[in-house]
């Protein structure tokens, strides 16, 4: 609690440590952005799994059948991406339609992995073209453009920490280079990723955002 945390591992069940759910559920509701990621054998304690569904916690990994290494590793990656596109849009509820919301909350957590507009609309059940339609029927950025800006607000999300690199950034999301990221950030918001740290990348993101995005529409 006394410095900048992503996310963490929490095995409730531990012999010394043991965690109740009403504890991580205040966990829960004290760090909202916090990625948490329970590491526990449930035989017998099946019914826990709803409780944690219910709880929202964001990642599960059954100790002793997918404790692998790189299974865990997936599932912390994928826990830290969904926390960190629920902190971003967070700030967005009451300012844009939920639709967007969605659309924007999916673009940022599969940011890294160079997603499609086929895949969003997939997620949402929808086809491509059912998808471009509700969206502009509501006054909503397209689906690239909402692609673009997943980039660009995870991209702000991670310079947050400022021991990471512009260049790692950039390579993390697809970019070419540090100086690609950069122009797109300045051609989108009008600052650069150093002026975005100064005043703060993730509020003046989501500020150009709705400003060009939004607002511009309206």
Request: hydrophobic share 45%; proline share 6%; with cysteine.
């Amino acid at each position: 609690m006394t410095g900048p945390v992503d996310g963490c591992v929490i095995d409730i069940y531990h012999p010394s440590h043991a965690l109740s759910l009403a504890e991580l559920q205040r966990l829960r509701r004290r760090m909202p952005p916090l990625a948490i990621v329970v590491y526990s054998d449930f035989s017998d304690r099946e019914l826990d799994l709803f409780e944690l569904g219910r709880l929202k916690i964001d990642g599960v990994i059954l100790t002793g059948a997918t404790d692998q290494p790189a299974e865990t590793r997936r599932a912390v990656a994928g826990a830290l991406a969904a926390a960190a596109a629920m902190g971003v849009t967070g700030a967005l509820q009451g300012q844009l339609h939920p639709l967007g919301i969605d659309c924007l909350r999916w673009a940022i957590e599969h940011a890294e992995d160079a997603p499609t507009a086929q895949q969003m609309a997939d997620a949402l059940a929808l086809t491509p073209a059912a998808l471009a339609r509700e969206l502009h029927d509501r006054r909503l950025p397209t689906p690239s453009r909402l692609l673009l800006w997943g980039r660009l607000l995870r991209a702000a999300r991670m310079l947050d920490n400022r021991d990471r690199s512009v260049e790692g950034t950039a390579f993390r999301l697809g970019y070419s280079s540090a100086s690609a990221l950069g122009r797109a950030f300045r051609r989108e918001t009008g600052f650069t990723p150093s002026e975005l740290r100064s005043r703060g990348p993730v509020v003046c993101a989501l500020d150009g955002f709705l400003r060009r995005e939004v607002r511009g529409r309206a």
